[in-house]
């Protein structure tokens, strides 16, 4: 958890530095911090990758929607 | 330059496949993401008086798209409780990871190398089991792990959104990590 505030600079400084010492004794917990770096940038990249895909609304959504803009408007 | 004067019927061609995707990348399902578009232009409708012409249309329409998908997060997880207590309800919790008399990994749940992992799974595959993990997280960690590594909000305003205390924020998060780590190695990563 104190990764995380780590991260996001939440984390106090004495912490931080426990951590860091924590990390450098402990390989699998500084190959966790890693992996939780890796997690939150593949997050993201997933994201941006399917917002450039190339899906597209069906007419029929369209259809719907501007009927439903017609309605309202 | 002349403002464009926006023309709601034309929305749907015009800006409804770049919502429409948008909207996907962050829900699962299509139906979901079209509800979104729709709700989008629905409220851009009610709000158009508002609208000053500053932002181009499009940029107008994808803050209000933006918004609807917080909400939609914000729904998605208020369908669980959010006290520390019942935090330990939403899935696995610490002590599926840890050791409770030292703390340290349990020889189930170490970390194994992630080396190779950009050359085990092609990006596409990496992408697809992620987002199969996320869909699997309990809904409240998926919404505060989906506000945080994918809108990027602040703690602060996802507490304030959630309605979430800075500990449990934490601790979801925490758990939310824990438990994609172990997906994407059930699903290969780190097995090469």
Known sequence: MLLEQQADQSAAKSMSASLWLHLRYCPYCNRYAKQTVLIAEWAKAAATARASSDTALSEAAKQRMRERLAAAG | ?192
Not at chain 2, 52 to 71: G, H, M, N, P
Not at chain 2, 80 to 93: C, H, K, Q, S, Y
Not at chain 2, 125 to 153: D, K, N, S, T
């Open chain 2, 1 to 192: 330059m002349t403002p464009s004067i926006p023309v709601p019927a034309q929305w749907p061609d015009r800006y409804g496949d770049e919502l429409y995707r948008f909207a996907l990348s962050r829900v699962s399902d299509s139906e979901t993401a079209e509800e979104l578009v729709q709700e989008t232009f629905l409220s851009a409708l009610d709000g158009l008086a508002t609208f000053r012409a500053e932002a181009s249309e499009r940029t107008w329409l994808f803050v209000i798209l933006r918004r609807k998908i917080i909400d939609h997060y914000r729904r998605q997880a208020r369908t669980t409780r959010v006290g520390l207590d019942e935090i330990n309800e939403g899935g696995p919790t610490e002590a599926d990871f840890f050791n409770p008399e030292d703390g340290h990994w349990t020889n189930s749940q170490t970390p194994v190398s992630w080396l190779n992992a950009d050359a085990a799974l092609e990006q596409q595959e990496l992408h697809e089991i992620l987002a199969r993990c996320q869909e699997r997280l309990p809904p409240q960690q998926g919404a505060v792990f989906a506000m945080r590594f994918v809108e990027e909000l602040s703690a602060e305003e996802i507490c304030q959104e959630l309605g979430l205390s800075s500990a449990n924020y934490w601790v979801i998060v925490h758990r939310a990590k824990l438990q994609l780590r172990r997906c994407l190695e059930k699903h290969g990563l780190g097995k090469n």
